[in-house]
């Protein structure tokens, strides 16, 4: 069966410091994979995604995320954290199909001191 | 351009009531989704649509049935509200080709609480 496992339920860093946010998949085909942003009282909005090609994926707000085959695994990185990043982190697998539904992890959320 | 919208935003109600939650997109997006966030479970899919005029179940469809009349709306209803439908419930839309890659756009959600 299709799922996606966030390990991190909750994060903190502190502003400055480097983030990796994990994710793992377990999908029979090459996955579509993505990473979206909840800030608080919001909706979801993409970070980025990955489809094929580069390994290495660049997304919006600074974000990049590596997908590695072998590990099934697509973590989010950011170089330098700030505080405007503190939300909570989804990562997510296209699933093949006529309605191309996401499968989410369980979030990990993001606390950042300044 | 508004993107996804959803009305309301919050809802309280008691437990047997009915409402409906409406999502409305300008995108001119084929497929239309309905989903609910419950703490430490991710999102998770309530039905669906790829079109006017068709809906289909997702992973959690019981106690929820859906509309999709005109291609830019998305009605969600609840009959018979039960406390475990409280949660917030997310609309998003998407182009309509079998792309798995296409990125769904997310409205704001309905936070709604069922007493």
């Known amino acids: 069966a299709q799922s996606v496992t966030q390990p991190d339920i909750h994060i903190t860093v502190s502003e400055g410091a480097s983030l990796e946010l994990r994710c793992n998949y377990s999908?029979?085909?090459?996955?579509?994979l993505f990473w979206y942003v909840q800030s608080p009282g919001q909706g979801l909005q993409l970070l980025l995604k990955?489809?094929?090609?580069?390994?290495l994926v660049q997304g919006i707000k600074g974000f990049e995320a590596e997908f590695k085959r072998s590990q099934s695994s697509f973590n989010l990185r950011k170089p330098s954290v700030h505080w405007s990043d503190a939300a909570e982190y989804f990562c997510?697998?296209?699933?093949?199909?006529?309605?191309?539904?996401?499968?989410f992890g369980a979030g990990t959320r993001l606390a950042v001191h300044p | 351009n508004a993107g996804v919208t959803q009305t309301p935003k919050f809802r309280v109600l008691k437990t047997g009531q009915s409402m409906t939650l409406l999502c409305a997109q300008d995108?001119?997006?084929?497929?239309m989704y309905w989903y609910r966030q419950d703490p430490g479970m991710g999102l998770r899919l309530i039905h669906y649509s790829v079109g006017e005029g068709t809906t289909a179940k997702g992973e959690v469809p019981d106690g929820y049935n859906v509309s999709r009349l005109k291609k830019q709306n998305f009605l969600l209803g609840l009959e018979s509200a039960a406390p475990s439908q409280t949660s917030v419930y997310f609309c998003?839309?998407?182009?309509?080709?079998?792309?798995?890659?296409?990125?769904?756009?997310f409205g704001p959600g309905t936070r709604l609480t069922v007493l």
């Open positions: 990955y489809f094929s090609g580069d390994t």
């Open positions: 998003a839309s998407k182009a309509g080709t079998l792309l798995s890659t296409d990125t769904q756009y």
């Open positions: 995108m001119n997006h084929e497929y």
């Open positions: 997510a697998v296209g699933a093949s199909g006529g309605y191309n539904k996401l499968i």
């Open positions: 999908y029979g085909a090459t996955p579509y």
